[in-house]
């Protein structure tokens, strides 16, 4: 018998990332690459680490540094995430933060905590592909998240109701969301605070690239706008999903979660049964990277990111074709474009690969339902704004002829 036959069903589900698969090709001379959403590693503070792993590796230090250590997270960096979230408006004790190995850990944990079989989470039409993939194991049902749209909690409840199923959260990110670039408005928050209330369901608020804003205000973070309205954190239906991928390095796979302390509780033992805790070592240096220079390090991030924004913008602003459309993102590290309604992406990148020596990520993995064959994602975060020229010009170039 193939060992492939005995697979739990929930196997049936887990398909290989379009990402994951394309970035093995991405090795060829002289391609430009949009496709991966990536920090550049040129801008990683590898001085600061260098440094901090040092310090965590002398005798005082080692001993502590090598061990098995706390499942919450090493307790000197939940405190410093705590002083963070207070900067953003989120006030909560160290108890209300647990440590995750990447914010991606903290998807998996929750799809694990909330989804049965049929259970329905509501995601963007598109979203995160990497949110899709984690919660695809505990075998949802997706509904169509739309917080600017005018659908009623009645609707989204009896849609649920009709599939035999219960709408238990409502997943986005949204500052600068990975595929779409966008923000949601502060107005569009609270109304999505109403209707978790009205459908009694949670939110999954991913502030992965909430660090990197290149202009525009701020917007208070989902969870920090709960606790306004319900003056306690532990009457909150938000959890906050933070990383550390975008802003310090992906490499060292460290985020956090902060929640009410139930939810952290129940956590805390899936952490436990999954991996104990994150690598001690790596959360002793982040803390102390973090603390040393976390806010000027960001700063430089928002400048040379922001830089390659603007010249992305103005070459789109160029060199797209009639009939083309993107969006405007005020941060993160993605354009995503909409492209004719005959144009199909995933064909186009097999051009754009052969043709122009160009990457980018067609849009259709990015949507629960399969649909966004017209729709394709840009990155700008690893390339010099010249090489955004060049690469946008050559897509300009391959959509005239399409
Ligand atoms: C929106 C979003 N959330 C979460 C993640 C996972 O990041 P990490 O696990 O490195 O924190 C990513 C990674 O690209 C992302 O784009």
């Not at 049929?118 to 598109?126: H, K, M, S, Y």
């Not at 997706?142 to 009709?162: H, I, V, W």
């Not at 090489?387 to 391959?398: D, F, K, N, P, Y």
């Amino acid at each position: 018998m193939l060992l492939q036959q005995l697979f739990a069903s929930r196997t049936q589900r887990m398909k290989a990332s379009e990402i994951r698969e394309l970035l093995k090709l991405l090795n060829r001379p002289g391609l430009l690459s949009f496709a991966g959403g990536i920090p550049d590693p040129a801008l990683f503070p590898a001085a600061e680490f260098s440094a901090a792993f040092q310090d965590c590796l002398t005798p005082e230090r080692q001993s502590e540094a090598l061990q098995y250590s706390l499942s919450e997270g090493y307790l000197p960096l939940r405190e410093w995430i705590r002083g963070e979230m207070a900067r953003m408006g989120v006030v909560c004790d160290v108890d209300n933060i647990l440590i995750t190995s990447g914010s991606q850990q903290a998807l998996d944990y929750l799809g694990k905590l909330f989804l049965s079989p049929n259970d329905t989470a509501l995601v963007g039409w598109p979203t995160y592909l990497g949110a899709l993939a984690a919660f695809n194991a505990y075998e949802p049902r997706y509904d169509q998240l739309n917080p600017g749209g005018n659908r009623s909690a009645l609707s989204y409840r009896q849609a649920a109701e009709a599939a035999g199923s219960q709408v238990k959260f409502a997943y986005l990110s949204p500052d600068f969301a990975n595929p779409t670039g966008q923000t949601l408005s502060q107005q569009d928050r609270d109304a999505l605070l109403d209707l978790s209330e009205d459908l009694g369901c949670a939110i999954v608020e991913d502030g992965a690239y909430q660090a990197l804003r290149y202009d525009g205000d701020q917007i208070p973070s989902i969870l920090g706008l709960e606790i306004a309205r319900r003056g306690d954190l532990e009457l909150c239906r938000t959890i906050y999903c933070g990383s550390f991928s975008k802003t310090l390095s992906p490499g060292l796979r460290l985020g956090w979660v902060v929640a009410a302390k139930p939810v952290i509780a129940q956590m805390v033992l899936m952490k436990q049964a999954a991996d104990l805790h994150s690598a001690t070592l790596n959360q002793m240096a982040v803390h102390q990277v973090a603390e040393r220079c976390f806010e000027t390090h960001v700063a430089q991030l928002r400048q040379a990111y922001g830089n390659r924004r603007d010249a992305m913008l103005a070459a789109l602003q160029s060199h797209m074709p009639q009939g083309i459309t993107w969006t405007r993102p005020e941060g993160g590290m993605f354009v995503w474009l909409t492209l004719p309604a005959h144009i199909d992406a995933a064909a186009l990148l097999v051009r754009a690969l052969d043709e122009e020596n160009i990457a980018f990520v067609p849009g259709q993995a990015f949507f629960a339902d399969g649909n966004g064959a017209n729709t394709l994602r840009l990155s700008f975060s690893v390339l010099a704004p010249e090489a955004i020229h060049s690469g946008v010009e050559r897509l300009g170039r391959l959509l005239q002829q399409a």
